[in-house]
């Protein structure tokens, strides 16, 4: 007893320092021990939990801007121009990534555009028609399309009937004979041949063009359409891209308008985040649940 009742009066006479400093031991190079003064840090004030909460919230919205800004952007899809491949409705995630300007680095995901692409960018307008230019949901260089590039810089494009040629040799596309049966829904399959191999993706054409186009009768362009048709292949100029929309007879696209400028392209069509069925009526938050298409949510872009 009386041993550690001495051992606790020399670590207390020892213990006696100037305010704000504490002692700590360290070790000499030549194994002997010493002691350091070391100075203490003062302790800021304590975070309010409101503060907390601030700062997180601002982190939380530079992250999301910086997402925004140079990897991902989130687009509504407003119209049928895509059908079956995308659906009105559809909201989905935009990688920017992949196309960002700049050299490319080989342990990066980026690369350059290639055909077969579905692209998100700004409207370019529309120089034959100028007052559907004036809609809301039409501005040039404001609003966002959604297509599939077919032309690269320097191809020469054409369309014939249900074909696409490039540089003189048809572009192998699963054709689909399809009927449009609400502007909002998706098209209802009338028939589909099998798949080749080289056919990457599919495209849709109304029952009595394709009707058409197997008894041999000529099918003419439509009065919008004012590029590679009726006999008169276009040239993609360098920077830019040929685009259409796979709802072949419903889409309003580089036939109608011309080229997509390099700098006009936003990304690439990437996931479905979530689909909306817009035919439905909305009445009550259960139609939310009722009316999004599951089957689409989560689904990958191709």
Known sequence: MFAMNESAVTTQEKSKEKPGLFRSRSVSPNGRKRDADVEAEPMGPAKSVLREYFESAVVTVIMALFGMTFIVQAVKVPTGSMQNTITVGDHLLVNKFVFAPGPRLSFLPQREIRRGDIIVFKYPGNPFDS???KQDDNIPFKVNYVKRVIGLPG???????LHVYINGQVLPEHIIVAENI?????????????RQGNEAYDVYYFKDKVEAARHGQEIGASSDFHFAVNGKPAKVPDNSYFVM??????????RAWGFVRRDLVIGRAMFVYWSYDETQPFGNPIDFFTNTRWSRTGTMVK
């Not at 191809?155 to 009937?161: F, I, L, P």
């Open 182 to 194: 609400n502007e909002k829904a998706p098209l209802k399959i009338v028939e589909e041949t099998p």
């Open 131 to 133: 007052e559907r230019d």
């Open 155 to 161: 191809d020469t494009v054409e369309v014939k009937g």
């Open 245 to 254: 929309g796979d709802d072949r007879d419903n889409s309003l696209d580089s």
